[in-house]
């Protein structure tokens, strides 16, 4: 058989999961959540629960299965490795399923990351079980998915005013952190990822951009990091110091919900503030999601340009053809997903539908986290310098801190409306 490219194939996966949702056929939802011992038997550990945990294994095993075979992997080493990594993924779930866990904000994918670190550094995987982690499958799958979420008709029903703050933030916000990056000297693909996660959306946000450019897991898992670890200080802080600042809730929510990159992270900010500055904090951050597609379409476009233009030696401007060749094309996937959903698909079928493709869009990141630290090794993260993207993170989020909270001034001071 013919193999496809792997692009192809996760647009044609994510597809698959998308119009089985529609008609009904999805993947069942366990219970993650947990407060204490009893809990974790009585409702993650019980019958009914554990045989989701079985059906949701049997879904994404054949979908992955089917992915392999497309892209012409072998099929053997696959299925010798895909159950550790799903135990693995949902133990992550778990973990960030707890009460007190739940209340950091702490996302499953920073324990998925934790646990393959663990397992790859404590006992020596042979080469042919690395080889057959399908990383890339599962974050493109994911990212298709994730399309469905970034619904269009929501932002423009809810309020223009998050919209145009949405679109100066990202702008200024991203070239800001781009300029402090290429001055530090940071390598590129770190440099477009750091970006994307400071004045997009965080952690979505730098997974597309790397899925977009091709960029190296290791630097990934790195943002996410920063993303996860500095959203808890912002979480808390912001909101005292907005009432010290004597801001009104509008103003506070929209300053959480441009700033703050991760989307748990702004709803629980926001509801220390207050509901309005809950609303409003919530309508920015959708806001911003939404142009999650546009900039990684863009994105795209200027990384495949430019790295043709970089290799080709004969021409310094590829014509269409090499553009396309080079053009990621789960992007289209995503794209595709989010029109479909913004303007085809009735609200009632997106509704009853986005429980379960969020579970399961989550789950394929989950996923695709264990495999970047089953593959990895912390010797690997030590000869890499990453002070220098620190400092770069860091000032690019003060910048973002600061910039965020004049255009929130400026739009929502003295609005009631929303």
Known sequence: MKKLHEDW???????????????????????????????LGAKVFSGANILNFLIQ????????????????????????????????SVSAMIIAGNKEVNALNLEAVIFSLTLGLLVSNLFKLPDWFRAALSTELFVKIGLVILGTGVIFRDILKTGYLGLIQAVVVVLAVWYAAYWICQRLKIDKEMTMMISSAVSICGVSAAIATAGAIQGDNKKLS???????????????????????????????????????????AVVASGTLVGEAALKVST????????????A???????????????????????????????????VL?????SLLFSFVVSPAAVSSVKGSLKNIQTLWFVLAFTSIGLETRFADLMHRDNRKPLYAFLAAQGINILVTLVIAYLLFNGYTDI
Do not use: C
């Open 57 to 88: 294994f049997v879904f994404v095993l054949v979908l992955s299965l089917i992915g392999t075979a497309l892209t012409g992997k072998p099929l053997k080493h696959f299925l010798y490795v895909f159950p550790l990594v799903y135990i693995l």
């Open 9 to 39: 194939v996760t647009v044609i996966l994510g597809f698959l999961v998308i119009l089985l949702a529609l008609v009904n056929v999805q993947s069942p939802v366990p219970d993650y959540n947990w407060a204490n011992a009893g809990d």
């Open 222 to 264: 790195y943002v996410i990091s920063l993303v996860l670890v500095t959203a808890i200080p912002m979480m808390i802080g912001m909101p005292y110091l907005a009432n010290i600042m004597g801001l009104s809730q509008e103003v506070t929510g929209a300053w959480l919900g441009g700033s703050i990159d991760t989307t748990g």
């Open 333 to 337: 996937g995503f794209v595709a997903a």
């Open 296 to 330: 990684a379409f863009a994105i795209s476009v200027y990384w495949t340009i430019s790295s043709s233009k970089n290799t080709e030696t004969k021409e310094k401007n590829p014509g269409l053809k090499v553009i396309w060749e080079r053009f990621p094309k789960f």
């Open 283 to 294: 309508i920015v951050k959708f806001s911003q999601n939404v142009l999650l597609g546009l």
